[in-house]
């Protein structure tokens, strides 16, 4: 059941994927598919809300969704016949598939759509809760944002997070909310009759200009002026957040358990990079949107103020992705030890740079990095996942990365060169961890009659060059039998292949050091030119 559904997903439509017949084959003609089919519509959609508490308790004491533990590996089931998530309303690939331009990267997911500064911004809704309030508003033009300010003794840490996170994330293949970092002053800000606030007993009132002013007391203010991350609200009709297991049952597009979608999986080491350990569900978002006439759900991640050292209403804790909320291991530790033991993470340094918080390179170890809880997603990742999310953080060079930190506006030069150098640090850890876990074979091709492929561990010199063994085999695509071409083990192509008939297959299984790691790469004979149709990897 797992292979129809990807099948329906990547590239069959919907209504055909339980008519698939046994020995339909294993590659199709349209694979590899890169986009998803057209989306079924979706007339009406539940509003669901999800209790943080229920969460936290349900993914820390009774994990749902199926997990890969003292089973046989689950594979991602949302990928295509390469091994790559296709286009849709999960994801789309960007950086990762093919090189953006500075000027890209930095503009993110923004479209323009900034709030206007030649008139006033009207308060709508107000968070007046916890140390850093927010406000609900609507510019001149009639556009509606939620702004977001830092806390009072870590002024620009939040808002450069949020706008530096949102662009990365973004970049990295991820629907994301737009978000634009402003600098206001109050006379901006405009009351109406409907906006209200509730007062410490809980009765609700018209807003008074004076509980604006008691609001802003707990924001930062720099030249009179107060800086903010205005987030431009999400078009469509609100659903509420996804979950990093099983599937949306008002949604008949989510058909793949999140647990096994490679783009959650992948979202780990993403995470890791950055530093994103408040990647709970709550901070994920469907929208039910609009597109050419067509209603279907988008899934969103949002809300990236607690990364790269920040915690949003405050510094990050030194022990925030080392460990869980809710680890009984390091709490016997501490027990039995009488508090003497000092874990790793205790002793990392933190320069004194407040609009940071607690980033770091030095002790960073990407496959120890912790959530606040478990993800269903995270758990189920493979060295196939990890190497996907690796191999896409590796293309951003350090000029890519300095140009989006850049976006986060920090007054304190060295603040800027802080973050740019630990994801500088901490983007190669993760190359040499995960390209480590497979033989990390990437750009697979034909050219001048020759098998060519670029090994990614030797490319960011994180292995000395190695030798590489091919062995090629005729593949009956119906059958799935495949059958040794003798004395074929070079890099030139078969005389098998070059002569083939139209739609037949051959595959190239790749070895160098490792005898368990190896990757086959399957090609096919379409007209006069040989094409790469499928991507397997062992370990």
């Not at 680890?327 to 530790?333: C, D, N, Y």
Request: charged share 25%.
């Amino acid at each position: 059941m797992a292979q129809v559904q990807q099948r329906v997903l990547i590239g069959l439509a919907v209504l055909l994927a339980v008519a698939i017949p046994a020995g339909a084959g294993k590659f199709r003609s349209d694979d590899p598919i890169r986009k998803e089919p057209k989306p079924i519509p979706v007339k009406k959609a539940k509003f669901r809300k999800l209790s943080d508490y229920y969460d936290f308790f349900l993914n820390t004491f009774a994990p749902p969704g199926e997990n890969q533990a003292g089973g046989k590996p689950i594979p991602a089931q949302n990928v295509n016949t390469l091994g790559e998530v296709p286009d849709g309303a999960w994801y789309v690939n960007r950086h990762g598939s093919s090189l953006m331009s500075l000027e890209e990267l930095a503009r993110g997911p923004e479209t323009g759509k900034e709030p206007a500064m030649n008139g006033p911004w009207k308060l709508l809704k107000v968070k007046a809760e916890g140390i850093t309030p927010g406000f609900k508003i609507e510019d001149a033009s009639g556009k509606q944002y939620w702004l977001k300010f830092d806390p009072l003794a870590n002024p620009e840490m939040a808002t450069a997070a949020d706008v530096i996170g949102a662009t990365f994330f973004h970049t990295l293949g991820y629907h994301v909310p737009e978000y634009y970092l402003v600098r206001f002053e109050r006379s901006q800000l405009e009351l109406t009759p409907k906006t209200t606030v509730t007062d410490p007993l809980g009765k609700k009132r018209a807003m008074r200009e004076r509980d604006v002013d008691e609001i802003l007391l707990d924001v930062p203010r720099q030249s009179g002026k107060y800086r903010a991350v205005a987030s431009y609200i999400v078009p469509g009709e609100e659903l509420g957040p996804f979950r990093y297991h099983g599937t949306r049952k008002d949604d008949p597009n989510d058909i793949v358990p999140h647990e096994h979608r490679r783009e959650l999986r992948g979202l780990f080491v993403f995470s890791a990079w950055l530093g994103h350990d408040d990647s709970r569900a709550i901070n994920t978002y469907d929208s039910l949107v609009e597109e050419n006439g067509l209603r279907y759900i988008r899934h969103y991640l949002m809300d990236f103020g607690s990364i790269l050292g920040s915690a949003s209403t405050k510094a990050n804790s030194a022990r925030s992705g080392h460990e869980y909320l809710f680890a009984v291991k390091p709490s016997l530790v501490q027990f039995f030890t009488l508090g003497l033991y000092v874990p790793r993470w205790a002793r990392a340094h933190y320069p004194d740079l407040p609009s940071v918080g607690r980033c770091e390179y030095e002790i960073f170890d990407p496959e120890q990095f912790k959530p606040e809880y478990r993800h269903p997603a995270f758990e189920n990742r493979l060295p196939d996942d990890t190497f996907w999310a690796a191999r896409q953080v590796m293309r951003f060079t350090d000029e890519q990365i300095h140009a989006i930190v850049k976006k986060g506006r920090y007054s304190d030069p060295k603040a800027e060169d802080w973050i740019t150098t630990c994801l500088i640090k901490r983007r190669d850890k993760i190359g040499r961890m995960y390209f480590a876990r497979v033989l990390p074979l990437d750009g697979i091709q034909i050219r001048d009659g020759r098998l060519e492929f670029e090994d990614l561990a030797v490319k960011y010199g994180f292995h000395p060059p190695r030798q590489y063994s091919v062995r090629w085999a005729r593949f009956d695509n119906d059958t799935g039998q495949s059958t040794p071409l003798p004395r074929q083990t070079g890099f030139a192509l078969p005389p098998e292949l070059l002569g083939a008939a139209p739609a037949e297959y051959y595959i190239a299984e790749i070895h160098a050091d490792d005898p368990k790691e190896a990757v086959s790469a399957y090609f096919r004979k379409r007209d006069e030119h040989i094409e790469l149709v499928g991507v397997e990897r062992t370990w």
